[in-house]
Structure formats: structure tokens, C-alpha cells
């Protein structure tokens, strides 16, 4: 039993190791590139009609040229008001394009979210393509803090970190998990291993994705962002991620349990496209459910508090770091109960990967 204990122990924290190198390895981009490079900002928008004059809003208030800035709104075959506010945001300031999406247009891999970006894209002129949704807002320096690490002619892409706009405990819960979710992913890729991204906060360098052919080629997926920065990284490209307070987006949080449910399993299926990289972190998080478990069944107050710390603790100093590089001093208190509760939530992630449709946007996949 002892033996179990101590191997489950040291499995989940080489995990952390593992993240945590990775993510001091990242560092922070402070850099600034000059206003040169000509940049198509692509937002798909369905049904976004109480979204998107926020969204418009903080876009106006970026700190960039306008003679190099074009934003491509795509109205993805909404039922609702949104292609007459983005044809009016496009008749009052002409950095604004709108394109209108039709059901001919989503077909094959370019169904759902992807078909919608590349329509946006297919219109872009840019030399650069920065991505975030109609339910989300940026800040001013964005655009600049997205295009610094494109310096090294290298990266052909950047991600960045999203949180959540926050007023309830249901809020507060799911930005930890976005930023738990981000320390992550910024740390796996850091050490050459590509887990994920947000596509609503993305940069691609243009020629290097006409040079992989797009969405219509990459294969379609659920988690269209993940697809993209696999296959980017597939073809040999470097792909940087940023986790700077000028160049994170805030998006809305999912107000019913529901919503939140769809969302995670979305997630979890478009996370099945990791193999063994999945493999890997299924069998870490087991091997913590079994010592945690076990620690409790045999009474052990001495293990179940190890597996308890390397949660709160453990876990905790990723999101720490993160939310110490975005200044987010508020999160502090938050991280360690957070954690826990999402801890009890994961063992809804094996029903919710059972269920392979998927629902997004009034869409079925």
C-alpha cells in the first residue's frame, strides 16, 4: 500500500515538475515590435447580438495604426441582430469588413468555427492574422504584445492567455480554470510538447498558413485552435506563448451548469486528438485519484494531506506564476479552494468524453 502511495505521489509530481519547468522556461515577453506589419484581426461571430458592441468597443481602443489594421467580422449564419450590427459597425468606421457566411459555405472541414474562420481569412490582406471571438474584449497594446515574439523570424505563431470577466463564485471558479488550463499548456509546449491553446486569443503568421493550406486542410475538429497548432508545429514552425497583462483577452464566463458542462466536453473530445500525450495525463491524473483515494480509505491522514498539498500547493504555484505575470493579485485567494472543487469535477470527464457529439453554437458536431 505504502508503495502505491509513494508512486502515485511522485508520478503527479513529476507532472508538475514537468509543467512548472516549462512555464519559468517561457519567461515574459515584454518586447514591442515597431508599427510595421499589416494585420487582419478575424472575428467569427454567430448570434453574438448582446456580444459584440463590447467587443467593438475595446477594439477601438486599440493602440495601432489604422492604415494597417483591418477587422474581418464574420457573421456565421446568425438568426439574430448580429449582421446588422456589424454592417453598421462597417458603415461607421471603415477598419471594420464584414462577411456573411452562408450554409453552402459550410461544408467538409469547413464546418462550425473553422469553416468561419477561413471565410474571414480567404478576405484578409494582412501579413498577420490575429484571432479572438465576438464575446470577448482585448486590451489596447494587444495587437503590439502579440506581433513582439514574430521578431524571431522563427515563430509563425503566438498564443496568448484568456481569462474570464468575473462577479460571481461560478465566474472566479472558471477564470482559475482557464488560467490553470493556459500555465499548462504554455509550460508543455515551453518543453516541445503541444497539449492546446484559445483560439480567442491567436496570431498566424499569413504566409505560413497559405503555405499549410488553411482550414481546408487541417482536419476539422471541435477544438479548431488545437487542430491549427498542431499542424502548424507538425510542419516544423516555432510557436510562441505569451503570458503578458498587454496582450491578454477577457471573454464571458458560461452562466449555467449546463453551458459549462457542453463547453468541457468539448474540450475533453477535442483533447482526444493528443494520443499519447493524453495517454500520459489520464494515466498521471488515475494514479492521484488512486493514492487520494486509497489515503482516505485507509485513514492515512499523513497521505491524504500529501495529495491534498499537491493539488492546492502543488497545482496552485502554476496558476501563481501566471497570475503574478498578469498582475491579477485579486485570483491570489481564489487559486487553492478553486482547485479543489475542480478537483471533484473531474470525475465527470470520463462520462462527459463518452459522449461523442458535440454541441457549439446551436450546431451539432
Known sequence: MEHVLTTAALLY????????????RAGVHRE?????????????????????????????????????????????????????????AAASWSVIRCVHRTDADARDNLRGKPGALQSGIDAASGDIYLFTDADCVVEPQWIRTMLAPFADSNVKMVCGFTTIEHSSAFGILQDIEWLYTHSMAQGSLANHIPIGCFGN???????????LGGYNVVSFSVTEDLALLQAMVRTGHKVAYICSAASVVETLPCTTLSEYLHQKQRWVRGGTQLGWRATIFV????????GLVLSIVTQSLEWTLIFLALRAVGDGQLINLSVMRLRRWSSIPAIAPSLIILLLLELILPILALRKKVQWKGQTF
Do not use: K
Not at 283 to 290: G, R
Open 32 to 88: 514591442r515590435r515597431g508599427d510595421q506589419t499589416r494585420v487582419s484581426i478575424i472575428i467569427p461571430a454567430r448570434n453574438e447580438e448582446l456580444n459584440l458592441h463590447r467587443c467593438i468597443a475595446s477594439l477601438r481602443e486599440l493602440q495601432y495604426p489604422e492604415h494597417l489594421l483591418e477587422i474581418i467580422i464574420v457573421n456565421d449564419r446568425s438568426t439574430d441582430n448580429t449582421a446588422q450590427i456589424i454592417n453598421d
Open 283 to 290: 494515466i498521471t491524473s488515475v494514479m492521484y485519484w488512486t
Open 13 to 24: 509530481s513529476l507532472r508538475l515538475l514537468f509543467f512548472l519547468s516549462g512555464q519559468l
Open 201 to 211: 486569443n491567436m496570431a498566424v503568421d499569413a504566409d505560413a498558413f497559405r503555405e
